[in-house]
């Protein structure tokens, strides 16, 4: 193996373990949220606002993220924000209501905004195009990963220490995970050929009108809009739909969110497989659609299952092609931007994400207090996904100008 095979091996495995820290992070607040609810005394539809304040800073950030990455470089803005939102996560043990909880999950999310385009930037530096997806798949599996972990490993914490001290101990996790990150990971040169401009607020509204950003953008509010809903919902499903208990919802929830493991690793090997026989465009659109029309059907089979076993089965495949397209959505956007340009572009198309992962959990919260049951919640989603992956389909079809 040559060196540069070694350091780029070893730069994936440093996004991946720092991709579960965020997802596990992340998704703390679902697995806790029985015991958050019964001591900050929250309604459905304030367990819903809560879910969600994380996404909003996180979309509000990712442009001057993106720009943070294509300015700084990774390891500069990868470290920094890991050591922000791990000492935040570390802060929220202390929060004694709503208001407060909400204020520290905004802090998670401008905190965590430079992880995933840094993650794409890291990628699109270190892999060729034709070779690409499958990094950005292991990067994106750690999506699903940590939420899988995070039931198995928070369940008996919380269950021994509280959920306020399982908050500690995963920001301790992740100041160290920064550390390892600044000593180790060293930033690629740029080639020579790579513009030296930083995108600004003029630039950003220059790409923003181009068809081909809206549709990237579309593409990742379908994808996310799924795979947050049941990141943030799906214990709180399992429990009020089928009577689990706590733990064992969230023990549960960890399966669906193993397909979504596998099916972030497919995405990348069938993407870089298809660039072998189709443009390196169409090698990543196809799986994008495909997953996401999965990803709304098997959402609509979980709204009218009938016992447990079926709606886990069906969230699982959902959970599988929702990520699958969420891999081909990140190595689409890297395929059309122009190269100086990937951080910056990638963090447009997360906006998306964003917004569909800060409405999912809000939306979710509403109709299930208005109509006290999770199938209406359930086919909106399946809705949203089929709508997004038509409209990516119908305009993402050019690369992007850079002016």
């Keep these: 193996m040559t060196r540069h095979h ?3 091996g070893v730069a994936v495995a440093l ?16 697995i806790a949220l029985p015991s958050i609810q019964k001591d900050l005394h929250l309604s459905a539809a304030e367990a819903g606002l809560l879910l969600s304040a994380f996404a909003w800073s996180y979309a509000v950030a990712q442009l001057p993220a993106g720009s943070l990455v294509d300015r700084a470089g990774a390891r500069a803005a990868l470290a920094g924000g890991l050591a922000v939102w791990s000492m935040v996560q570390m802060a929220t043990s202390l929060v004694m209501g709503l208001r407060g909880f909400i204020v520290a999950r905004v802090a998670l999310g401008l905190g965590e905004s430079p992880m995933f385009v840094g993650g794409a930037r890291v990628c699109a530096d270190h892999f060729a195009p034709e070779e690409r997806a499958v990094p950005l798949g292991l990067l994106n599996a750690s999506a699903s990963l940590g939420p899988a972990i995070a039931p198995l490993v928070l369940t008996p914490l919380m269950l021994a220490l509280g959920w306020r001290a399982s908050f500690t101990v995963l920001g301790g996790a992740g100041v160290l995970v920064a550390v390892a990150w600044g000593l180790i990971y060293r930033d690629a040169a740029a ?3 790579h513009a030296p401009s930083i995108a600004g607020p003029v630039q950003w509204l220059l790409l923003l009108r181009q068809r081909t950003v809206l549709g990237l953008l579309l593409g990742f509010a379908g994808t996310v809009y799924i795979t947050w809903l049941y990141v943030t919902w799906l214990p709180g499903y399992l429990h009020d739909r089928w009577g689990m208990s706590p733990t064992q919802a969230g023990l549960w929830s960890a399966v669906p969110q193993l397909f979504g493991f596998f099916g972030a690793i497919g995405g990348g090997w069938l993407s870089d497989r298809l660039t072998a026989i189709t443009s390196e465009r169409a090698a990543r659109q196809w799986p994008l659609a495909i997953g996401l029309y999965v990803a709304a059907g098997c959402s609509g089979l979980a709204a009218f299952s009938g016992s447990a076993a079926l709606a886990i089965a069906a969230v699982s495949a959902a959970l599988f092609g929702a990520n699958l397209a969420t891999t081909a959505g990140w190595a689409l956007a890297a395929c059309l931007a122009p190269p100086a340009l990937i951080a910056t572009v990638e963090a447009m198309a997360n906006i998306g994400g ?3 992962g800060s ?3 809000l939306v979710t919260g509403l109709l299930v207090q208005a109509t006290h049951s999770f199938q209406l919640a359930l086919l909106v989603a399946a809705a949203t996904a089929a709508t997004c992956a038509l409209a990516n389909q119908l305009l993402t079809r050019k690369a992007i100008k850079s002016e």
């Design 6 to 8: 070694r350091v780029r």
């Design 15 to 30: 996004l991946v373990l720092a991709g579960c820290i965020n997802f596990i992070d992340r998704s703390a607040v679902s």
């Design 191 to 193: 080639p020579k050929n």
């Design 354 to 356: 964003s917004i569909g």
């Design 359 to 361: 409405l999912a959990p």
